[in-house]
């Protein structure tokens, strides 16, 4: 069984967290098992692994929305409990409100903070210009792509300036090219403002190419089964030789066979 490193660092502390949820049977499905994790602030994780492995639920977890079984989730030394705002969700739905212009959109999260009108305007320009939507500030969601709008939501999250970002498959429902270019996207910026992001996905050459380090799952229930470091350079090339080697060996770890890229290595 995979053991957790004892790490000083650690920002985020898992330990021991199981998740059970009652079934109509009165008997109970367990979603986690024993998961222990450890990430330091500012880190780029993905959770790896395919649907159904628990993945989203040790994400809502982390974020406060839901209690484990047993178990404790530690943030900078404190239990979490409950949401908080240092902790923010993008889904994979956007989550916009169609009635608010982006930059309404956009101030969301600092109207809650009770910050004054003026300031919420500054902030939200800011991280509308960061995602390179400036022009579209008085748009609806409607009337933007479904790459845009996973941009707004991105905005909005940063605005808010949380610790924490955690991201639960945000581009999975977006076309190859644009899937890419929103990963070119969420890389620059992390690497602009250094939060620490916990992102969900199935996508094997997404997680190589923007984590830091990679946790890989086991089918149902979810554990730990491995975590593989990715000591790649920023900005990463999806073709290079050493991306295709860590690619290839996170296959491995799911007893996958890769497909051929061998022209790559030639």
Known sequence: MFKMDQ???SFITIEGVTKNYPRNDKTQSLALDKVDLSIKKGEF?????PSGCGKTTLLNLIGGFSKP???KILIDGELVDKPSVDRITIF??????PWRSVIKNV???LEAKKISKEERKTIAEEYLSLVGLTDFSKHHP???SGGMQQRVAIARALAADPDILLMDEPFGALDAMTRMGIQDEIQRIWSEKKKTIIFVTHDIEEAVFLADRIVIMTPYPGKVKSILKVPLARKRDRTSIDFLKIRDK???EFELKAPDCTEYYL
């Open 92 to 97: 994979q739905n956007y989550g916009l409100l």
């Open 142 to 144: 409607s009337e933007l």
């Open 107 to 109: 101030e969301l999260g």
């Open 250 to 252: 996170v296959f491995s």
């Open 7 to 9: 790490n000083n660092e």
């Open 45 to 49: 994780i993905c959770l790896l692994g």
């Open 69 to 71: 079984t047993t178990g």
